[in-house]
């Protein structure tokens, strides 16, 4: 027992020290990971915020060309073509819409 002594007090001179600082640099590297997630979570949330506002952007456009009237571009386009139509037809030029039989 009287050789214990010695070892324990030595064990509590270096040992406390060395655990203090241990679990200081612990607490550090523990700081700095929560750091960089949050640095890295922002710039994810940066990137997120960026292409929701692109996508709200087009998302006006398509209502605005809706509500305006443009959703009626296939009735303009079709009444292009039978105007198209009744051109060629009177000038002679074939359209070429017809199916071709295949032999």
């Known amino acids: 027992m009287g050789e214990l002594v010695p070892i324990l007090a030595i064990l509590m001179v270096f040992g406390i020290p ?11 590297v523990a700081k700095l990971q929560i750091e960089a997630t949050a640095e890295h979570t922002a710039e994810k949330a940066a990137q997120y915020a960026s ?7 087009r ?10 009237g443009g959703y009626d571009v296939a009735t303009q386009i079709e009444a292009l073509r039978d105007t198209r139509r009744v051109e060629e037809a009177g000038s002679g030029v074939p359209l070429g819409l017809e199916r071709k039989e295949r032999v």
């Open 51 to 57: 292409k929701i506002q692109s996508l709200e952007d």
């Open 59 to 68: 998302v006006r456009v398509l209502e605005r060309i809706v509500t305006d």
């Open 18 to 28: 060395m655990l203090a600082i241990w679990t200081s640099h612990k607490q550090k």
